[in-house]
């Protein structure tokens, strides 16, 4: 698969990790060997991964493999658009500033926070009782 027309980045999101392989084609997204309709179910999630292609118009240039690991759909979808953004920006140096304006270049830094001991949950405390 080492070719000058295949691009390759790595992207993460939660505890997520998508390797994404862009190649001209004619837009098939392929996420863990399965079409991205067979493996997100919510319309919602599909579209977040689309974004970065909609928004360089970009959509029907590329066919997009992705492997992803770890986390939720969520966060895997968060990953793979993270993936697709900087392996377009492999592809088209150009489209840097749009793809910036709409903050898909960096990473989102948002992680669960850990729970803390004699404590409900991270921030949740158990309930006080005076008598």
């Known amino acids: 698969m080492e070719n000058e027309n295949v691009y390759y980045a790595t992207g993460k999101r ?3 990790v998508a390797r994404t392989w862009l ?7 392929t996420v863990n060997d399965l079409s991205i309709d067979d493996y997100f179910k919510i319309e919602s999630i599909k ?6 292609l909609v928004l360089t118009n970009t959509l ?3 066919d997009i493999k992705a492997k992803v690991a770890g986390g939720g759909f969520s966060g895997q979808a968060g990953a793979i658009r993270h993936g697709i953004t900087k392996a377009l920006l492999l592809a088209n140096p150009d489209l840097r500033s749009a793809l910036k304006r709409a903050g898909f270049v960096r990473r989102d830094p948002r992680v669960k926070e850990r729970k803390k001991y004699g404590q409900k949950g991270a921030r949740a405390r158990f309930q006080f009782s005076k008598r």
């Open 23 to 29: 190649k001209p084609g004619d837009g098939n997204i």
């Open 60 to 62: 029907g240039s590329f």
């Open 14 to 16: 939660k505890n997520a």
């Open 47 to 52: 579209t977040a991964v689309k974004q970065p």
